[in-house]
């Protein structure tokens, strides 16, 4: 995470220029990109939800090519990573309303954690909607994918292991029912583009931003027999699964 994009979060020539100095690479994974005004919560990182956005990445996109190499843009909704000042003072949201410990630099300075919103279950179609459009707009911005970002303590992860999600209705308690908005990302996500298009990262024993699962196995043991139908481009796994 760059933190170079401009107010408006649209990445400029200084971050075109970032990634053609690394074309040489072959797969370029961009800096975290949050899809939505909801799902900021880092200064100046860049955006994938308007125009001028999408625009500022066709020029990265542009230089990427030119240089001889390709490129996936990463998904990121920060769900509870997030602060009120990022959002005209309205809480940030997640799985569950668990804050995080400390402090988070927000537009207006260092601030201490805020205790999310946990998210209503109407409003989850509107979140699969909004990984679905970042990934429509990512295709005009000319990526040659995307990459759902589910790791780190982030909003979907913050749905997947329990160490965050307590929740009792059909997003919360078994392990089924916490895979489900990941697994319905990816199939908005795979509808708006090919899935040969489509990566996933996660951090399955990753203990940054207080994350934690009782049987991390179990659970991404599952996640990813779950995502093999949808043949995506790859899994990335931050750390082994246990005994792996």
């Not at 990121?76 to 995080?100: K, Q």
């Not at 992860?157 to 089924?176: A, H, M, P, V």
């Not at 699962?213 to 082994?240: F, G, K, Q, T, W």
Request: net charge negative; hydrophobic share 35%; aromatic share 6%.
């Amino acid at each position: 995470t760059r933190g170079r994009a401009d107010k408006d979060c649209v990445p400029g020539k200084l971050i075109a220029e970032h990634y053609r100095q690394r074309a040489s690479a072959g797969l370029i994974i961009t800096e975290a990109t949050h899809i939505s005004e909801q799902g900021r919560g880092w200064v100046d990182a860049p955006g994938i939800h308007t125009a001028a956005q999408v625009k500022g990445w066709q020029g990265v996109t542009a230089a990427v090519h030119e240089a001889g190499g390709r490129i996936f843009l990463q998904l990121w909704h920060m769900g509870r990573a997030s602060h009120s000042d990022f959002h005209h003072g309205e809480l940030s949201v997640s799985s569950s309303a668990l804050p995080l410990a400390g402090e988070i630099t927000t537009p207006l300075g260092r601030k201490a954690q805020e205790t999310p919103r946990a998210l209503e279950t109407s409003e989850l179609p509107g979140i699969v909607a909004q990984y679905a459009n970042a990934t429509t707009l990512a295709r005009q911005a000319g990526f040659d994918g995307v990459e759902i970002h589910a790791a780190n303590g982030y909003l979907i992860d913050q749905f997947l292991r329990n160490g965050c999600n307590k929740r009792t209705d059909s997003y919360g308690g078994s392990i089924e029912n916490r895979c489900r908005l990941m697994l319905e990302v990816v199939q908005a996500c795979a509808q708006a583009w090919d899935p040969q298009c489509i990566g996933m990262r996660f951090s399955p024993t990753g203990e940054f931003q207080g994350m934690s699962d009782s049987d991390p196995l179990a659970l991404y043991s599952h996640a990813v027999s779950a995502l093999n139908s949808y043949a995506l481009a790859y899994i990335h796994l931050m750390e082994p699964l246990p005994g792996h």
